[in-house]
């Protein structure tokens, strides 16, 4: 028998060394339980983002665009699968975790709660939103918990391929007409704030942090990510020549970072607490899927019994 301590030696060892942890060994319930949490969530919003876009395949504007855009949607689904899997590492069951999105119990990213009005919201997104979810995901391949870490290689290499998708359309519509060069700024306008807001509170109102910081769950603090964000994302403002909705948005060369608005943390909370604009929406179309899905699950499940007594047999 190993003593309890041995254990604990074993997982404070493994994070003091920066290696990873792996399905076999001893967590911390409270390691575990914020460990299921954040990869569920992540899962469910990988989820959930395949609907602002999907929104738009049907009326893509040419066969480019459309497989484009449809790749990118089949995308997020392979990156929910890659995230459900993880989580089931851990025990968690993936029935029980869609029931938790469904009946409102577990959250995903507030950003997937806003509508997408035009086709321009498309390059936005791929632009503003990708670009945001590469720089919380990439310190995660160096996340503590080896399949998540491991998960995320492969999910950022193709989050980047969606931010350059969404930037290359946004530049092509501003080579465009007026009313292109239009439909971008107002797309960006509307994303602008959400797309800040996707790294969650700010430091000063983040419980979680710093115990996640600890468990090398999460490398850097919501504002430091927020930051980096910024300042990489004005330059390609810039180049694109579209205006970010944001007056106080200057360089401060004393920080060697750009200085930016108050964002409006009323809003974040609200469409948090379920009041978006789009949040029933989302939900109640997540519910309608699982539910006309459920007949592949029996039929799965059916199958397998039948190939397990046939074996038997043999
Ligand atoms: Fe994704
Ligand atoms: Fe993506």
């Not at 066969?63 to 590492?89: F, M, N, P, W």
């Not at 998540?148 to 492969?154: P, Q, S």
């Not at 519910?287 to 029996?298: C, S």
């Amino acid at each position: 028998m190993t003593e309890p301590n041995d254990l604990e030696r074993h997982f404070e060892h493994t994070l003091e060394k920066d290696q990873r942890l792996e399905p076999r060994d001893w967590l911390p319930d409270g390691y575990r339980k914020t460990m299921i949490r954040q990869i569920a969530q992540h899962a469910h919003s990988e989820i959930i983002g395949m609907q602002p876009e999907g929104n738009w395949i049907t009326r893509a504007p040419s066969l480019r665009r459309k497989a484009i855009l449809l790749a990118k949607v089949q995308d997020e689904a392979g990156h929910g699968l890659y995230l459900y899997s993880a989580a089931e590492t851990l025990g968690a069951d993936r029935t029980d975790l869609t029931e938790r999105l469904i009946s409102g119990r577990q959250k995903y990213s507030s950003i997937f709660n806003y509508p997408t009005l035009t086709f321009a919201d498309v390059g936005v997104i791929g632009w503003l939103v990708d670009g945001a979810a590469i720089c919380n995901q990439v310190p995660l391949c160096r996340s503590s918990y080896g399949p998540y870490a491991r998960a995320m290689i492969r999910i950022c290499k193709e989050e980047s391929f969606h931010q350059r998708q969404g930037y290359e359309l946004l530049m092509t519509m501003m080579r465009g007409t007026p009313e292109q060069r239009e439909m971008v700024q107002e797309a960006t306008d509307r994303y602008w704030w959400p797309s800040l807001m996707m790294f969650g509170p700010p430091d000063g109102d983040s419980p979680n942090t710093e115990q996640s910081m600890a468990w090398k769950i999460k490398r850097h603090t919501n504002d430091e990510l927020r930051q980096r964000f910024v300042d990489m994302t004005v330059p390609q403002a810039e180049a694109l020549g579209v205006t970010l909705p944001d007056p106080e948005l200057a360089w401060n060369p004393e920080r060697g970072h750009y200085d930016f608005g108050e964002i409006d943390w009323g809003e974040f909370k609200e469409v948090l607490r379920g009041n978006g604009p789009c949040n029933t929406q989302r939900v109640e179309c997540r519910r309608r899927a699982h539910e006309d899905g459920a007949w592949v699950r029996e039929a799965a499940t059916a199958h397998a019994a039948k190939h397990t007594t046939r074996e038997a047999a043999a």
